[in-house]
Every structure is written in structure tokens, then in C-alpha cells.
């Protein structure tokens, strides 16, 4: 009888952590501690169709997705710090709350996502298109936007740019401006 309840137990945990992503886990063995599940997509998925996934609080650090279409998926709260980006499709993405921070996204598409609050602390951006994008409260201390088109990003200010890198090639909404990069 008692196997069976710790069964029910660790099964309706386990239901509790698929529902809302996180859970308070009931081990009889102790004090009962928080745990969260987030899928991990780690190690290398070149040119993959990741089109439309809910991919949300995903873990995919220091992994390789270049030439990889996200497009329309949602990536909220992902955490792909470290992780190369080349050339990847994130056109319509959800990306809310998301880490990139040290990311390599050259020629990254990042047309019509919405960004707000990601951190892209240098990150390299380089080439990438934000076009019609909104980067509300996006961090981009550190970043590289040398040849990024972010004339008709949304919400973008001067004070994100003030941290940032660039060169001659950065296209930039009209009086706004970045520093070179060195």
C-alpha cells in the first residue's frame, strides 16, 4: 500500500511539472524540495525545421543551430547562451525573456520576433535582420551589430545602442547611433 501511494505520488508530481512546467516534488525521504523541467535541445541540429515548435524555457546552451528555421516558433524564456545561430530563420518568433547572451547569430533573420526583454549581451549580431522586430528592453551591452538592419526594429532606443558595437555598414533608425567596434 504505502509503494503504491509513493507511485500516485511521484505520478502526480510528474503531472503537476508536464501542466506548469514546474513543480513541488514530494520525495518520502526528506523535505520536499522545488524542482523544473525545461526540455533541453543541447548538441548540434544543423539546418533543422524547428518551424512553429513551442520550444518555451528550452535549455540550448552552448549548442549549434546553424541554417535552422525557428520561424514562428516560441522560444520564451529560452536559454541559448553560447549557442551559434548562423544564418537561422527566427522570423515571427516569439523570444520574449530569452538569453542569448555570448550567442553567435550572424545573418540571423530576426524579422517581425518579438524580443522584448532578451538578453543579448554580446551576442554577435552581425549582418543579422531585425527588420519590423521589436527589441523592446533588449539588452545589447556588449553585442556586435556591425551590418545589422535594425531601421525598422520597434522600441529600439539609444540607450540600447550606447553599449553596443557596430560599423558603417549598421543601418540604424534616422539620429540614432553606435559606437565601433574595435
Known amino acids: 500500500m504505502l509503494t503504491q501511494f509513493r507511485l500516485a505520488l511521484i505520478v502526480a508530481a510528474m503531472l503537476a511539472t508536464v501542466w506548469t512546467g514546474q513543480a513541488f516534488a514530494f520525495w518520502p525521504f526528506g523535505a520536499p524540495s522545488r524542482i523544473a523541467i525545461a526540455p533541453a535541445y543541447g548538441g548540434v541540429c544543423e539546418e533543422c525545421d524547428l518551424s512553429g515548435r513551442l520550444l518555451s524555457g528550452a535549455k540550448m546552451t552552448n549548442s549549434v543551430f546553424n541554417g535552422s528555421d525557428f520561424s514562428g516558433a516560441v522560444m520564451t524564456r529560452v536559454d541559448a547562451t553560447n549557442s551559434e545561430f548562423e544564418a537561422a530563420n527566427f522570423t515571427e518568433t516569439d523570444l520574449r525573456r530569452a538569453t542569448l547572451a555570448d550567442a553567435h547569430c550572424p545573418r540571423a533573420r530576426f524579422e517581425r520576433a518579438s524580443l522584448i526583454n532578451a538578453d543579448g549581451r554580446r551576442a ?21 551589430i556591425s551590418g545589422a538592419d535594425l531601421r525598422s526594429a520597434r522600441g529600439l532606443t539609444q540607450a540600447q545602442l550606447d553599449d553596443a558595437c557596430g560599423d ?10 553606435v559606437g565601433r567596434c574595435g
Open 168 to 177: 558603417a555598414l549598421t543601418r540604424l533608425p534616422r539620429g540614432m547611433r
Open 124 to 144: 554577435n549580431f552581425t549582418r543579422a535582420s531585425f527588420a519590423g522586430a521589436d527589441v523592446t528592453d533588449m539588452n545589447f551591452d556588449g553585442a556586435d
